[in-house]
């Protein structure tokens, strides 16, 4: 969240083949990639989509979130597997057993398919998450239309943070010095929590008083305000917006048809 | 000066003027600290709702709505992607928060407890559909998924499972993050209540 590459975009100015698709395009995909995966339960189709996924990270950059988000999300797909493998309703086929622990294939399957879907949804997210910086989806957002109010809340909230972390270690550090010491039991811990928290609070709601007082200031409410240029060029823009839009449409509508079906 | 049955019947009037653009970021950054400060504690608890509680109750539920919604859209563009979806607990809890306040159920001690309740079903009640979906109804927090996995195994409805798991996972937290920010809210300077709650 504090990497300046992500905020300012591309560090070095060289331009790679990610930075030709508009964010847009890239959130559609992460919805095309996600209806997909939500629209069927063949375990192949998922295996190719996490594979498609897999490959988008490996052609672009790979990033110690993704790696993080993956690894918690790993760790609860395998709880998953162990707890619907055991007690999924409609476990019926003993597939192995473990120290005479019967695992069933019905469970095991739901449970993959569940956990296939995560996967898909956190690759293409984090094609996203490491391809488009928070100024770029800034500039473009406000150059499709959004109020730049609203990319102004959007995008601050990256430039506040690593103020408000700072503030945090400054505060913990004197309440440390004066003796307050984080402690044992959760009643003592949460105690401790306050006199962190209530200085923290009202500095971070301070600072937006100046901020907010800053903004009027300098006529942030101006209508004839010069919108920011987006530096990046993007090829195939309304190309990819129709036929992923279109994509969309279509998954969504054969869902819906297969359940009217089911119910019929 | 406003008076408080204006403020009464103007709970849902909503303007994104300065002061609430300011206020939604650090309400957004308020819980992203908090919920670091939680875990490097090791709390039995998330606390990441803390900003939105006082977004809503400095703004209206409006705002602590968007504060939620953009929480959880910021969080899942950054650090991870399936929290996306449960913006629209966010919203739940932002507007429960808004609401509450606003009626007068954040001005005692005895109060909060009951608020809390009702934001923690209100939480519960939006994000076990979500769990079912994306994770066949685990929360991802071992003890609740240890009640969950009890619950299945005794063949009771994954519906209901779910959301015991989620709902005592929710009470905790809500109860600390509720009584958090009443104590909270009590400090803040006359001014600054003032000046998020006039500037609409």
Redesign the interface.
């Known amino acids: 969240?504090t990497d300046q590459s992500?905020l300012s975009g591309n560090p070095a100015g060289k331009s790679r083949w990610f930075n030709a698709i508009d964010p847009i395009s890239k959130l559609l995909l992460i919805l095309d990639m996600a209806l997909l995966s939500f629209a069927s339960t063949n375990l192949l189709l998922e295996a190719g989509l996490i594979t498609g996924g897999l490959l988008l990270l490996l052609f672009s950059k790979v990033s110690s979130?993704t790696v993080?988000?993956l690894g918690?999300?790993l760790f609860?797909i395998f709880?998953?597997l162990v707890?619907?493998g055991?007690?999924?309703?409609k476990n019926q086929t003993v597939w192995f057993s473990i120290i005479g622990i019967n695992f069933y294939k019905e469970g095991l399957i739901?449970?993959t398919t569940?956990g296939s879907?995560?996967l898909v949804?956190?690759l293409a997210?984090?094609f996203?998450?490491v391809t488009t910086s928070i100024s770029e989806n800034a500039k473009y957002l406000e150059q499709s239309g959004l109020?730049y109010?609203?990319v102004?809340?959007?995008m601050?909230?990256?430039y506040?943070?690593p103020?408000?972390?700072g503030n945090?270690r400054k505060i913990q550090q004197a309440q440390r010095v004066r003796g307050v010491n984080?402690q044992k039991t959760?009643i003592q811990?949460?105690k401790?929590?306050?006199p962190?928290?209530?200085p923290?609070?009202?500095k971070?709601?301070?600072?937006?008083?100046t901020?907010?007082?800053s903004?009027?200031l300098r006529g942030?409410?101006n209508p004839n305000r010069k919108a920011l240029k987006s530096t990046n060029r993007y090829r195939l823009v309304s190309g990819l917006h129709i036929g992923l839009t279109f994509a969309a449409i279509i998954l969504i509508g054969w869902k819906l048809w297969t359940k009217i079906s089911g119910l019929l | 000066m406003k008076t408080e049955s204006i403020h009464r019947t103007s709970m849902w009037k909503f303007k994104?003027?300065?002061?609430t653009?300011?206020?939604?970021?650090?309400a957004?950054?308020?819980n992203?600290?908090?919920k670091?400060?939680?875990e490097g504690?090791?709390?039995?608890v998330w606390?990441g709702s803390?900003g939105t509680f006082?977004a809503s109750m400095?703004a209206g539920p409006v705002a602590g709505a968007?504060s939620g919604f953009?929480n959880n859209?910021?969080y899942?563009?950054?650090?991870?992607?399936?929290s996306?979806v449960y913006a629209i607990t966010s919203i739940g809890i932002g507007i429960a928060v808004g609401i509450l306040h606003a009626k007068g159920w954040f001005s005692s001690a005895k109060r909060v407890f009951v608020s809390a309740i009702i934001i923690a079903i209100v939480s519960a009640v939006i994000s076990t559909p979500l769990n079912v979906i994306?994770?066949?109804g685990?929360t991802?927090i071992a003890w609740g998924?240890s009640l969950?996995?009890v619950m299945?195994?005794n063949?009771a409805p994954?519906w209901l499972a779910s959301f015991t798991d989620e709902f005592v996972l929710d009470i905790l937290d809500k109860v600390?993050v509720a009584y958090?920010a009443f104590?909270?809210y009590r400090?803040?300077?006359q001014r600054?209540i003032r000046?998020?709650r006039d500037?609409k």
Do not use: N
């Not at chain 1, 971070?204 to 008083?209: H, K, P």
């Not at chain 2, 994104?16 to 002061?19: G, P, W, Y």
């Not at chain 2, 653009?21 to 650090?26: D, E, G, N, S």
């Open positions: 969240m992500m979130t993080k988000a918690f999300s609860l709880t998953m707890i619907q055991l007690f999924y309703s739901y449970a569940l879907r995560v949804i956190i997210s984090g996203f998450m109020s109010k609203t102004y809340v959007l601050s909230v990256c506040i943070l103020e408000i972390m945090m984080p959760v811990k949460l401790s929590v306050l962190v928290l209530i923290l609070v009202i971070t709601l301070d600072q937006s008083m901020r907010s007082i903004l009027q942030f409410d | 994104l003027s300065a002061a653009m300011t206020l939604i970021p650090a957004v950054g308020i992203y600290v908090a670091a400060l939680a504690l090791k709390l039995p606390l803390l006082l400095l968007i953009i859209v910021i899942g563009l950054t650090l991870s992607p399936i996306t994306f994770w066949g685990q991802g998924d969950f996995a299945v195994a063949h994954v600390c958090l104590f909270i400090q803040l300077p600054m000046f998020f500037d």
